[in-house]
């Protein structure tokens, strides 16, 4: 019979909270990055214009299409090779992170906005409006409540996601964990606080994102 | 009424030789029609006739394949700003005014904030101004009291109606109503059609698609029957619907009378 023992893990528990600080911060920056970019890549897909919008989509395949872990080694280890000159770790990480979360967040924004009926287009452009201010004024406005769900559990998935990037030694939670588990040869105490960490902070971001998700229904 | 032909009105709006096709289909065949101010044009025609694919070019929503659109005898070009001789979509649409069959009222706006989005955004008046604007147009269509109403809290007719204040926000030259009471429930045609007849009365100039035959008998000057993407007949409404000698209008006309 296995005897738990917290004790040691929780001596390492600023260690675990630091972690959890860092997987926020790559979170939220990724997400950021990754909100401004997959705005530019979606508005590259749906701008009509021929290169532009099969190059936005030949980016956003590339990136669904693969691994997330294959692509932080690859930007990593690969890259710097093409480059001439070495990326940091932390850069790697984050530049890998927000590439890929664009290439998600370009889907959902895409999938608001062509959902929003051509009507509203068009009494936008009947009242004399460009076409930007018709994005801006109309369309955006009543896609973005539309996107909600999808671009939080997006985001949940984001936030998992920096899960990967421990492989190339970024100190962020599941790194932490590992560090921990080789200081104190508890594996099953180390990674079941581990996963204990993940869930607390993502149960509730989910119960919210089904709120957001019936509110986005009833209202339609 | 009589046809208004006289040389002394000025002719706000005008179609050349406009076609359109849609793939292989051909909806516009070569239309011709000049639009005077203070004139109602009511357009009438079967399904599939070109009706609604024609108004929508006469503000550009779709555009022609060869022909042209002009607005007080400038030449509409392409692009939503103007250059050279020709103007731009934007400045087209700042005069002339669109109400839709589907309404299409913003769902994320007030009805007062419907109205007053065209006076701010396109013609940049001071909040203040364009409250006032639209609040006279709003009065005008009698929903004053639902200023802050959202748009699914309205019927159909009063959907309509905003959309008609939203139209005339603008100030326009004209007006384009593209079969606005064929999506209401019939109980509700009647106000739509009221603020309409007022409008008419007040001298605006508008074309009308609809399959209202004795409203468009009612309120119009000129009788347009368009059919298979063609003028088929036009003239006075007395003439055109009640002295037809067109035997496809004859046909059409019959199943109204029936």
Redesign the interface.
Known sequence: MYTWSFAPIFQASDLFLWGAWITVVYTVGSIAIGLVLGLLLCFARLSGIGPISWLAQGFQELFRCTPLLVQLLWIYYALPLLLGFDLANWAAALITLSLYAAAFYAEVFRGGIISI?K??S??????????W?IMR??VL??AI?RMMPAFINQSVTQFKNTSLISVISVAELTYMASIVNGQTYRPLESYTVLAVLYFVILFPITKFADIVESRTRGGH | MTVSTSSTRETVLEARGVTKSFGALTVLHGIDLSLTSGEVVAIIGPSGSGKSTFIRCM?M?EVPESGEILYRGRRVGPK?RGGGRLLG???L??HV??V?Q?F?????MSVLENVI??PI???RKPRGEAVDIAMDYIAKVGLAEKRDARPDQLSGGQKQRV?IA??LA?QPDALLLDEITSALDPELVGEVLGVVRNLAEQGMTMVLVTHEISFAADVSNRVVFMEGGRIADQGSPDRVLHNPDNERLKTFLARFHA
Do not use: C, W, Y
């Not at chain 1, 936008?124 to 460009?130: C, E, K, L, N």
């Not at chain 2, 299409?104 to 994320?108: A, V």
């Open positions: 009926d009507g509203q068009e009494a936008g452009a009947a009242i004399g409006m460009s076409g201010q004024r109309i406005p009543q409540r | 503000n929503l939503f979509l934007g400045e649409r700042r005014g669109m839709f589907h299409n009222l913003f769902p994320h989005e065209g955004t396109v013609q959309a939203r139209a603008m």
